[in-house]
Structures are given as structure tokens and as C-alpha cells.
């Protein structure tokens, strides 16, 4: 029965390329209309992109899990954030100094997330001390898409490992607050369509707890997400702002 499972359900291979498919979905809409459209053809894009955020947040935790070395995959995801940040913000005509709301992209907070539950699972501290040192790296996510919630998605998905349900419990719940607050300061309706990452949901309940055939998808990955936002970069800058002139 469980030889079953592993073979008809869906890999992390699998899960990355439908965030791969989701996070372009959802950037090219951000870039093409960028100022909070209406229109249904992009919302539903929008709801498309609200797939990729909890499937990365869903395989941080099992890279942790999985990993040889926690060091290198901690110093891998710092690099890819830091390389991420200077496409994100030069896609989104974002500030290159991450101070604020959304400055920066949301693997800063999944770098963090994942230091947060190496010092949980890993240090020694008695739990008020753990608290103590995780509140900080928790705030550090703050300036990056998805923010803090994301990381306390992580840190708490992380502690639930191998019990689903409470997963995906802590998941919605982090990321409630994260669309309260956007419902409250930024705007309503998308503020409402951030809690459709539901709909990923499902998805990571198909997982196998298998990588799949391709080793080169994580390096894929690794290239995709910043080379695809300068493309859109290029686009905004060269296509649609000097076809306004």
C-alpha cells in the first residue's frame, strides 16, 4: 500500500515545477498590471501564484529534513536570497535596500524560517531561551514578501513534521494573519486572495517524500527564479515603460 502511494503521488520535483509555473503566472500579472487590477482574467492569475509560496514553504521543510549538510543548505538559500533580492527589486522597481513592507523576496523569510527551526530542533536552549533567540530571526523576515508569517509557517511546519493535518493547520493560520494585515493596510480584495493558498493544499498532500528522476531540478530552481524576474524587469523598463513615451 505504501509502495502505491510513493509511486502514484507527486514528487518534490513535481511541486517545484507547478511553483515554477504558479510564481511566473503571478510575476507577469504583477508586472503587466501591477496596481491591484480587478479584472478577472488577473485575479485568476493571481490565484494561480497563490500555489508557489506554501509548496516552497512545504519543501523547505523537507530539505531540512533531507539535507546532508544544514550549514551549506542555510549558506545556499542566504546566496540565492541575496542574488533574488537585486532581480526582485529591479523587476518590481522595488528600493535595493530591503527596508519595509515587501522589499525584498520571500526567500529571505524561507532562509529564515529554516534558521528558526535549526535552532528549535537543533540548540541545546530550554525552550524560553529558544524563544528567545527565534523571535529576532522571526522579525529579521519582515521586509520580504509573504514576511514573518512565512517563516513562522516554516519554523511550525517544521515542529509538526510527519503529522499533515497540523501542518497544514499552522500554515493557514500564519498566513490568516499575513492576509489580515494586507486586508487592513494595503488592499482588501487581495488581501482576501492571499488565503487561497488553500488550494495548494491538496497538492502537498499528494507528496511522496520522493526528489524524482532529475537532479538538476534544484539547481534549475536555483537559476529560474532570479533569471525570470529580470526578463520581466526587462520587459518593464524597455517594452512597457518606453512604449509610454
Not at 514578501?145 to 497544514?168: C, E, T, V, Y
Amino acid at each position: 500500500m505504501v509502495n502505491e502511494r510513493i509511486i502514484k503521488g507527486l514528487t518534490s520535483n513535481a511541486l517545484k515545477i507547478i511553483a515554477i509555473v504558479a510564481m511566473t503566472i503571478d510575476h507577469t500579472a504583477l508586472i503587466l498590471f501591477p496596481r491591484y487590477s480587478l479584472d478577472i482574467p488577473v485575479l485568476f492569475m493571481h490565484i494561480i501564484g497563490r500555489l508557489a509560496a506554501p509548496i516552497m514553504m512545504f519543501l523547505i521543510v523537507e530539505g531540512y529534513h533531507h539535507t546532508r549538510n544544514i550549514k551549506k543548505y542555510i549558506l545556499r538559500l542566504f546566496i540565492w536570497a541575496v542574488i533574488t533580492h537585486f532581480a526582485y527589486a529591479f523587476a518590481f522597481d522595488k528600493s535595493f535596500i530591503p527596508i519595509g513592507f515587501d522589499q525584498t523576496y520571500v526567500i529571505w523569510a524561507y532562509m529564515l524560517g529554516l534558521i528558526a527551526l535549526v535552532i528549535w530542533e537543533k540548540s541545546k536552549l530550554i525552550t524560553w531561551q529558544k524563544n528567545i533567540v527565534v523571535i529576532p530571526v522571526i522579525c529579521a523576515a519582515f521586509p520580504a514578501a509573504w514576511s514573518s508569517p512565512a517563516a513562522l509557517a516554516i519554523l511550525h511546519m517544521g515542529r509538526n513534521r510527519g503529522d499533515f493535518k497540523k501542518q497544514m493547520l499552522w500554515l493557514i493560520f500564519f498566513i490568516t494573519i499575513y492576509s489580515i494585515g494586507y486586508f487592513i493596510f494595503l488592499n482588501k480584495v487581495y488581501g482576501l486572495l492571499q488565503m487561497l493558498i488553500v488550494l495548494a493544499i491538496p497538492l502537498l498532500h499528494q507528496y511522496n517524500g520522493q526528489r524524482g528522476n532529475w537532479k538538476g531540478m534544484k539547481w534549475f530552481f536555483y537559476i529560474y527564479c532570479p533569471a525570470h524576474m529580470i526578463i520581466l524587469g526587462l520587459i518593464r523598463v524597455f517594452i512597457l515603460q518606453l512604449g509610454k513615451v
